[in-house]
């Protein structure tokens, strides 16, 4: 019997790993140029799985909360009606200050994409970007890494790749101000900040852990960014994967 049980769990072991879920992608593109322009190219993951569907499902919504500049109307759960809701919303505020132009009001313009930047069997990590521009000088730019379990297609949080937070941090504090350091205005005194924090937004490639701190974390009225990767042979000790 115990023979019999254990060439049985062989079989479905076996059997485990042939069904498991391989996922691959393609580009997902949408684009609308109404009244507004909609530019949108998303990584999909393929298949009908529980995780292509959860990882399109998350990336969708990051599309979704970009094109939703309208505070008083209800966010969508699909692109299509985002892009037209962010059409009516351009449509509406033209219309209400119509009067006060002196010009025609610019076309609002929304760019969105994102790139699967690091992929193993244990990892998916995803950079996505929306630039959104309503009129202004600079265009509002986000950019998010989303780190997802291939299995579920479940995002993964940094307290679940990382081992040691406390450490980590302090490695990470050491690459941020040697960054402040080599060409951003008002670097040195960035420096000595004492609440320093990780950033909202981290990712991987293949050469290491991506930081990227947008610009409103940085509190710097010139909207910059930093980013800067720490190579694995570095920051392997802390990863989980």
Known sequence: MLKYFSLLSIIFFLFSCKEEVKLDFSDHTFSSEKNT????ILPKALGNSSAAK?????????????LN???SKEKQSLIEQSAKQFDESYTSFKK???NELSQELP????NIDG???FKNENLISIAMNSSINTGAIKSNLKIKFFNFNPSTGKTITIDNIVN?????KQLVKKYYNKELLTGHNNGESMTKTTNFKLPESIGFSDDGAIMFYNSHELLMPSGETIEFTIPYETVNDYLTF
Request: net charge negative.
């Open 37 to 40: 322009i909609v530019s949108i």
């Open 54 to 66: 959860n990882i399109n499902m998350t990336l969708e919504q990051f599309a979704c909360d970009a």
């Open 69 to 71: 500049i309208d505070a």
């Open 96 to 98: 209400q200050i119509s």
């Open 107 to 110: 076309v609002w313009e929304a």
């Open 115 to 117: 790139e699967i930047t």
């Open 164 to 168: 040691d937070i406390d450490k980590f």
